[in-house]
């Protein structure tokens, strides 16, 4: 028999399913909960051995709709990062980086609002990347969507991102790159800058934004404030 039940609860509290399948599929679960997964044999005669905890696993973020909106402000905030510490990040988004302590992360001393924004940080042989939560765009159509956020950066030299969608945020090389931001692209350092990228094709398949700050330099990169919404008729000049 195999049971699936939320992490924490007594196995003998869940639904115990009868197969001899494997692999077996259990259907029903919730989004973006902690599971744990535990078998038994069943021995005959209704005798049972006890149950056995094989997996834990959290179940993926189910798609989201437009508008999209992530201020980064409901998963706590950190002024670091480290192996054994790492700092916040928000749920359902997707990290990947090469730095020997987790980036990107939720910094509480860089934020244009709330609680604290999405840092990154990069050196000459490390990356940072960070792949919003699956969002549904099947509805809209080619360039009636905009990508809103705002950016900073801390030093001169800083300021290095590349900003796109993708439709696999594991892949960095599917990125359908918005815009490359290089540092000659802020006029001044520690000041937010609002930002507005028309987001170009149609997505049947669920879409996340992406923002990657590649290897290449010690570099940083902040990032706050994100919504996906329908473009405006008459965006604001910049």
């Not at 905890?53 to 990062?81: H, L, M, R, W």
């Not at 001393?109 to 840092?119: A, E």
């Amino acid at each position: 028999e195999v049971v699936v039940v939320p992490a924490g609860t007594d196995p003998d509290n869940g639904v115990a399913m009868p197969t001899t399948e494997h692999p077996f599929t259990y259907t029903g679960l919730t989004p973006a909960t902690d599971y744990e997964l535990y078998v038994r044999a069943d021995c005959g005669g209704g005798d049972y051995s006890p149950w056995s905890k094989e997996q834990e696993f959290t179940t993926k973020c189910a798609p989201t709709t437009i508008p999209y909106v992530e201020n980064f402000d409901s998963y706590g905030a950190s002024t670091s990062t480290s192996t054994t510490t790492p700092g916040p990040f928000p749920t359902c988004w997707t990290a990947l980086n090469t730095n020997t302590t987790p980036y990107p992360y939720i910094n509480s001393n860089y934020r244009s609002s709330g609680v604290g924004g999405l840092y990154f940080y990069s050196t000459t042989a490390a990356y940072s990347y960070a792949a919003s939560q699956p969002i549904d765009v099947s509805q809209y159509a080619a360039g009636s969507l905009a990508l809103q956020f705002n950016i900073m950066k801390t030093s001169a030299n800083y300021g290095r991102l590349t900003v796109g969608v993708t439709t696999n945020p594991n892949y960095i090389d599917s990125i359908v790159v918005l815009k490359e931001y290089y540092p000659t692209d802020y006029e001044n350092i520690n000041t937010w800058y609002p930002q507005l990228l028309v987001v170009p094709g149609h997505y049947d398949a669920p879409l996340y934004i992406v923002f990657y700050l590649p290897e290449g330099g010690t570099r940083y990169a902040i990032v706050d404030d994100v919504l996906l919404d329908v473009a405006p008729d008459c965006p604001e000049a910049s």
